[in-house]
Nanobody, 127 residues
């Protein structure tokens, strides 16, 4: 059983940057693909980014591609989401997720495959 602890959300002006961190307690970190989803008021939950357990493959949602960077440190058991050039439409609660798989290069982009969720971090981008 894993627990995901998120940190790093907050308020930033448009064009600014924030970094989210997701520390994993318990479980088998190097067998989890790690990622983020986000949810804004009145909108459906949206896939943001994922990194494979190996750290060698990443995949991004179209709305954040070329602005966000996901990474992981398997020694520290932490995943990161670097968010650059933030826009007001990025305002949402961001949820760190972990999905277990035996293959280190596997990933998925739908929440049905998620095994664990973090508590959520509010990110607010002012115009």
């Amino acid at each position: 059983q894993a627990q995901l602890e998120e940190s790093g959300g907050g308020l930033v002006e448009a064009g600014g940057s924030l970094r989210l961190a997701c520390a994993v307690r318990g479980g088998v970190f190097n067998r989890y693909a790690m990622g983020w989803f986000r949810e804004a008021p009145g909108k459906e939950r949206e896939f943001v980014a994922v990194v494979t357990a190996s750290g060698e493959r990443t995949f991004y949602g179209d709305s954040v591609k070329d602005r966000f960077i996901i990474s992981r440190d398997n020694a520290l058991k932490v995943a990161y989401l670097q968010m650059n050039n933030l826009e007001p439409d990025d305002t949402a609660v961001y949820y760190c997720v972990a999905a277990f798989h035996h293959s280190p290069d596997w990933y998925c982009t739908t929440y049905e495959c998620v095994d664990y969720w973090g508590q959520g971090s509010q990110v607010t981008v002012s115009s």
